[in-house]
């Protein structure tokens, strides 16, 4: 049997990174799977308990963060997420590839919390191509364009702290960069 692991996937908003990782999971279907996250917050319709989220009350949110349950959680609009640390814990005893999507200060908590993890970053070509890539999805405002563009300055000043950064110029050159990190390496 394969030895699993845990992978930490960042990189900016509009990098490319879901359609990386859903190209991957395709390929992968047996060998992969996405950490799923928990959450204080209300379900929206058609999530489902343990599918999108794991949807819990901020008491037993915080009894199992204090427990030392999560390698990491944030609160982010008055809610609490993290990512629990027993299904990745028995995913990996499996031999799974867990992946886990996180943004920049979740994966330094996964750091500590899980030395092991391989951290990869997803890098845009240039801050140009992010740009128009963010522009061309015509689901931020102006404004969120801008926020997300200074949050992605910092992201990729940042991309140092990983184990590999792949640049998505061409997704199937990026996705085999990928592939080579996970199965190879």
Request: glycine share 6%.
């Amino acid at each position: 049997m394969s030895a699993g692991k845990l992978i930490v996937v960042t990189g900016p908003s509009g990098v490319g990174k879901g359609t990386l990782l859903q190209k991957l999971l395709e390929r992968y279907p047996d060998r992969l799977i996405f950490s799923i996250s928990a959450t204080t917050r209300s379900p929206r319709t058609g999530e489902e308990h343990g599918r999108e989220y794991f949807f819990w009350d901020r008491a037993e949110f915080e009894q199992k963060r204090d427990a030392g349950e999560f390698l990491e959680s944030a609160e982010y609009a008055g809610n609490l997420y993290g990512t629990p640390r027993q299904p990745i814990d028995q995913a990996i005893a499996l031999g799974k590839i867990v992946i886990l999507e996180i943004e920049l200060e979740g994966a330094r908590q996964v750091a500590q919390s899980f030395p092991d993890a391989q951290r990869i970053f997803i890098a845009p070509p240039s801050m140009e191509i992010l740009e128009s890539r963010l522009r061309d999805r015509s689901t931020d405002s102006e404004a969120q364009i801008t926020k997300r563009l200074h949050h992605a300055k910092l992201e990729i000043a940042a991309a140092n702290e990983f184990n590999i950064t792949i640049i998505n110029d061409d997704l199937a050159i990026a996705l085999q960069q990928l592939e080579k990190a996970l199965f190879h390496d």
